[in-house]
């Protein structure tokens, strides 16, 4: 059966992408954003999946302002990391499971959630970041060493989806993959955040103090967590702070216990509060 | 029909891109966008108002996009995921963008983000702006 063993939170900077490319993580801006990720990268050797799935936002790549679906699942054989201005970045192409993403698929539509089924879809540093943080340096002959189902959110065009109904899609991923009859060691990713505000004259605000308290509620207590209104998220964590509803999609999925096992938080990795959480789950 | 009030307008410095943005913003936006591509990119060097006249923008979006004001781009509908692309257009990357919008040197927005970034504390309403 498949199983979901583990919970990972991560921002998903561009910059973290840039900086591991361009060979300059030693480099003493990003050192202490790195070290916090070495621990990560020994602990996904030992507990290696074979499926991540991986909750990310699109930033209008696969979109542009013509379509805007707020949760679309991504069915295609393969996806290949997009140009978003600077040329692709020099990662591999992502491979999907796709029989097991068109079971989720078919799950959640008939568990109520009316996804959009992406069976074409380029995908950017939302999603490519995390897996670099998690997998290390890769180029593009390289395999990333799992397999991805990616679930782009949308959190451009408010309302993102709300942070309850994150939790409860998270909920309805869960009871997916277990009626998946394969053995899988599956992991779930929430990425983006945590506090940040990219735009405007309010740019550059980081609320460290609620970061942390939100990390303490969505680990202890999630059923609080997912009652946090977007407003609080614009007001508190800056505009692009509400990327942070994609990880309550991530918890939704997990037990109501777990185990925290690894937190690193740094301020800042360029506009950006990066968090990290790995979380393991007991079922 | 005029904008409703929305319950995020006390926000200070910060335009929330909702539907209404949106709606507004839409050419604009999309011929961001087009410069995410080398062909997008090459028109917008070639003739930049004959790049710009394939996409139904108003006068005064235009006029933002001549001048450059990424504040007043955000105010007629802009998306800072759409309009960093035409920074990225004049090699401006997207910390020295975030610098130019908040009206600070790229020195001391670069020195106050080390510093942990800009504090919410008298950062959350208009109206502890107004008091500034």
Request: contains cysteine.
């Amino acid at each position: 059966m498949a199983k979901i063993t583990a919970g990972i939170a991560c921002s998903h900077v561009p910059a973290i992408g840039v900086a591991m490319d361009q060979h300059i993580t030693e480099q003493p801006y990003w050192q202490p954003v790195f070290e916090g990720f070495e621990y990560s990268r020994e602990w996904n050797k030992k507990n290696k999946p074979d499926v991540v799935f991986l909750v990310y936002n699109d930033h209008c790549t696969a979109f542009d302002a013509s379509v805007i679906p707020t949760f679309a699942l991504g069915c295609a054989a393969e996806f290949t990391p997009a140009d978003e201005g600077w040329g692709p970045r020099p990662v591999p192409v992502v491979k999907n499971h796709q029989e097991f993403a068109s079971h989720i698929a078919q799950s959640l539509v008939l568990d109520e959630f009316d996804i959009t089924i992406m069976n074409e879809m380029d995908v950017d540093h939302g999603l490519t970041v995390p897996l670099s943080v998690m997998f290390g340096d890769k180029t593009p002959e390289d395999d990333w060493g799992t397999l991805v189902i990616p679930l782009a959110v949308n959190v451009v065009q408010y309302p993102a989806p709300t942070a309850n109904r994150c939790y409860a899609l998270g909920q309805a991923i869960r009871r997916a993959v277990d009626s998946w009859d394969e053995d899988l060691n599956v992991h779930i990713y929430g990425t983006g955040g945590m506090s940040h505000q990219l735009q405007a004259q309010r740019a550059g605000l980081i609320n460290a103090t609620w970061d942390q308290q939100f990390m303490d509620i969505l680990v202890n207590e999630p059923e609080k967590a997912r009652k946090i209104s977007h407003v609080e998220f614009l007001r508190e964590t800056g505009s692009e702070g509400i990327e942070m509803v994609m990880w309550l999609v991530m918890r939704g999925a997990l037990d109501e216990k777990v185990t925290e096992v690894h937190r690193h938080y740094h301020v800042p990795a360029s506009n950006t509060a990066v968090g990290h959480l790995i979380l393991e789950n007991h079922a | 029909m005029t904008r409703k009030a929305k319950e995020y307008d006390d926000i200070p410095g910060t335009f929330v891109f909702d539907a209404d943005r949106s709606r507004q913003g839409y050419w604009l936006n999309q011929f961001c966008i087009s410069l995410s591509k080398e062909e997008g990119r090459q028109a917008f060097r070639d003739d930049p108002e004959k790049a710009m006249s394939k996409f139904k923008m108003t006068e005064e979006q235009k006029q933002a996009i001549r001048d450059r004001d990424w504040n007043r781009l955000l105010e007629l509908g802009g998306n800072i995921y759409y309009t960093s692309k035409l920074g990225a257009f004049d090699g401006i990357v997207f910390q020295d963008l975030a610098a130019m919008m908040s009206g600070m040197s790229r020195d001391d927005y670069r020195k106050m983000m080390v510093d942990g970034g800009r504090s919410p504390e008298g950062n959350r309403y208009k109206s502890e702006w107004e008091k500034k």
